[in-house]
């Protein structure tokens, strides 16, 4: 906290900063310390008001504390739904089926989906049990509403792997994502994502090895090379895009949930 107020100031410039994937300073990386009860949500709460009666006070600042609020929000969430936040119809209770594919699931976690982005932060999450905001909402969309496949089995690897693991947070979240909340479901599309977030292919490359001789934000789309830029380039042994499954969508759509273009 010392660090991201004090030091360098990055809490006043957090709102332009905070959909970014790569380094340290987009977001606070409070996330591990707060899940393990090293810091309270208070005490961030606190300094950051004393750093905007000290230093400044902006949108960034109050974006801060406006994201520890959606922290405390799933924890009331659970305390209401219980145990239906596990549960593969998630608090709407939903009827219809996610689809079981091993396959698809393990290319998922392996980060051997063919989609670029998604695949990038599932190996960072692998190599380092950490993924941004903006990676989680992605991956987690594609799983349950392209893919169709159980949301569950991608909260349960989060779980498995998270550094900041939060029963409330994960399962929360997750289960928004699928969209079983009653809210409205936030559909990624995770190619025009990665243009909008990671314009030049910076991540991709830094994190999937047979993109890395691939320029620019070609690096997003891989598919358009021809079969003699692909060897030429060495990017032969990524694999084709998994397709998009069934059964998820419907119970997405279960009891009046709106879908929208997603957060920004
Ligand atoms: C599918 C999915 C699973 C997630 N699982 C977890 C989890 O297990 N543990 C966890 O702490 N966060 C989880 N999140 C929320 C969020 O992605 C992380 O809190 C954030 O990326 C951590 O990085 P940061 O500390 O730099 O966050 P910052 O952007 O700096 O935000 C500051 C703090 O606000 C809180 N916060 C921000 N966004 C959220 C959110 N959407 N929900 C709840 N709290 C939030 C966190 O405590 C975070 O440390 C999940 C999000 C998604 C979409």
Not at 57 to 80: G, P
Not at 122 to 135: C, H, I, P, V, Y
Not at 228 to 233: I, V
Request: net charge positive; glycine share 10%.
């Amino acid at each position: 906290m010392k660090h991201y107020l004090w030091d360098t100031d990055l809490v006043a410039k957090y709102f332009g900063l905070r959909n970014g994937m790569l380094g340290e300073d987009y977001s606070t990386k409070l996330s591990a310390h707060l899940a393990h009860g090293c810091i309270s949500p208070r005490r961030i709460y606190h300094e950051i008001r004393r750093y905007e009666q000290e230093r400044t006070a902006n949108k960034s600042t109050y974006w801060v504390v406006f994201e520890l609020a959606w922290r405390d929000f799933f924890r009331f969430f659970t305390l209401k739904h219980g145990n239906r936040i596990f549960q593969a119809g998630g608090t709407v209770r939903a009827a219809g089926a996610w689809r079981r594919d091993a396959d698809a699931l393990r290319r998922w976690k392996e980060g051997r989906t063919g989609w670029p982005l998604v695949d990038a932060n599932m190996r960072e999450l692998a190599s380092t049990g950490f993924m941004s905001n903006r990676g989680r909402q992605n991956v987690a969309s594609i799983l349950a509403l392209d893919f169709g496949l159980d949301w569950r089995a991608g909260a349960d690897h989060f779980e498995s792997l998270l550094v900041d693991y939060d029963v409330s947070s994960n399962w929360g979240n997750w289960v928004a994502a699928a969209g079983l909340t009653g809210g409205r479901v936030n559909k990624f599309n995770v190619v025009k994502q990665g243009f909008d977030y990671d314009p030049d292919g910076e991540y991709v490359r830094t994190w999937i090895q047979e993109l890395r001789n691939v320029e620019g934000s070609t690096a997003l789309e891989p598919w358009v090379l021809s079969a003699a830029e692909r060897r030429k380039l060495g990017t032969e042994d990524y694999p084709e895009r998994l397709q998009a499954g069934r059964g998820g969508q419907a119970a997405a759509r279960g009891r009046g949930a709106k879908r929208a273009r997603g957060w920004g």
